[in-house]
């Protein structure tokens, strides 16, 4: 266990490296703003990793996980996972300055009570266990629980990859966001287990000499990369101001769910702490549905169609399409005053309708 000064440091180490992820981020997204072509996003060509902006944001982003491991391995994942909450803070502050996003009163409650109801759960969730070994670990992840959590979710993500991004990968935040909460929970274990592999080869204790101790480091490895290409489509296709929150909440929730499954309840808490979790479960959720509100609605897509709001819930799409006929419930519209000017098709009735220029 670590000394209270020593949580102290890491505590501090820890606010410092949530404040490197909300910046990066940012910078992230600047990458991939500036990568983008005309003919779609950069990360469906991976144009991105010949912009130099964004290999900022990914070095920055990784300095900010390694401090992330080094708390993880030394601190309770208890202490750690709140502060979270600061790299959405300081996310949603960022990009207001520098991207332009305004998330507007709704996005702001919604943010607000995302990030309530996941600290809510977090302070209020069994805690781990203080694993001392990796074998002792090892012991833990080959319970029959944990093993079928994690065929579970290599279904499910292979099922996501294969069927749901394809089809509604730019139109539903929570699909990218899936795949990589979902991974991203087995992610943590691995972390958690190759940490405990460093710091008792630190004491003297030699972990390289058993296999496990690389069969963690490459599950990690496969599993940061798989989160990386997901959440650079995210940032890519939605606003940093959604991504950011409804990460933050599905990975904080898969990774409770994951470490409940791994430990089998054998750290229960009182009855006052389950109504605590109830509670910030709805709390969290209607957080998120407020976003994803925003993230079917408010997202900017590909650079050849154009939203133009008419109402709070309707929209005009544009598309480069000259030789549609006019049908019998369209009405012509001229694009300029005076002749000569492009028509424009109007159905009816219009909210969400195609205008063919």
Known sequence: MVTDNSSDCIL????????LIGISFVITKKGLQRASTENGYASDSYNYLKNPIWWVGLLTMVGGELLNFIGYTFAPAILITPLGALSVIIGAVLASVFLKEKLGPIGIVGCLLS??????IVLHAPEDPDVQSVHELVGYMLQSGFITYAVLVALTVFLLIWKAVPRWGKSKVIVYIAVCSLVGS???????????AVRLTLAG???FTQPSTYIFAFLCLVFVLTQINYFNKALDVFSTNVVNPIYYVCFTTATITASAIMYQGQYTTTPINIASLICGFLILFSGVYLLNTIALTGHSPASNIAFIPFASTCSLEF???KDTPLSGTEKPLHSGGGGGGEELTLPRPFPQHRVSI
């Not at 501090?12 to 404040?19: A, F, G, I, P």
């Not at 087995?186 to 972390?191: A, T």
């Open 12 to 19: 501090m180490v820890d606010c410092s490296l949530y404040v």
């Open 115 to 120: 990030v309530l109801g996941a600290v809510i």
């Open 205 to 207: 204790n030699n972990q």
């Open 319 to 321: 598309t480069k399409s």
């Open 186 to 196: 087995l992610s943590v274990m691995m972390i958690k287990a190759f940490g405990i």
